[in-house]
């Protein structure tokens, strides 16, 4: 095969794929969920959901959330993966990330947090 030949085949099937990439991401959703639905057989998947802050503990390098929907979970954020403005008590949020345990209870790793009011 010709370098020209090659190089329009390589081209081709790029942007091939990267439509199909971004097709597809355009479908991924995580569907929102309620704090009493969230159990330990949810660990390690990700889930979405709203809530208001009742407690933010603020460290240097973690912001710790209790949200309460009327059920209480635990929120972890951590700093050097998120820049995100200043989360305050009685703040209504949007938190996705992945369900996890620690000290037998169960909370959630934030991998991104929003102030909705």
């Known amino acids: ?11 081709i099937t790029s942007l091939l794929g990267l439509l199909i990439l971004y097709a597809i991401s355009d479908n991924i959703t995580i569907s929102q969920t309620n704090i009493e639905k969230i ?4 660990k390690d998947e990700m889930v979405k959901l709203k809530g208001i802050v009742s407690k933010v503990i603020d460290t ?8 309460i929907q009327p059920q209480e ?3 972890v954020l951590f700093k050097d993966e998120n820049t995100t403005t200043k ?3 009685n703040n209504q949020i ?3 990330g992945k369900v996890d345990e620690y000290e037998g209870k169960l909370e959630i ?9």
Do not use: F, Q
Request: aromatic residues 0%.
């Open 87 to 89: 989360i305050k008590e």
């Open 60 to 67: 240097e390098k973690v912001t710790i959330i209790n949200i």
């Open 39 to 42: 159990t330990l057989d949810n």
């Open 94 to 96: 949007e938190i996705i």
């Open 109 to 117: 790793i934030a991998h991104r947090a929003r102030i909705i009011k």
């Open 73 to 75: 979970i635990t929120a």
């Open 1 to 11: 095969m010709k370098e020209k030949t090659l190089l329009k085949v390589a081209l």
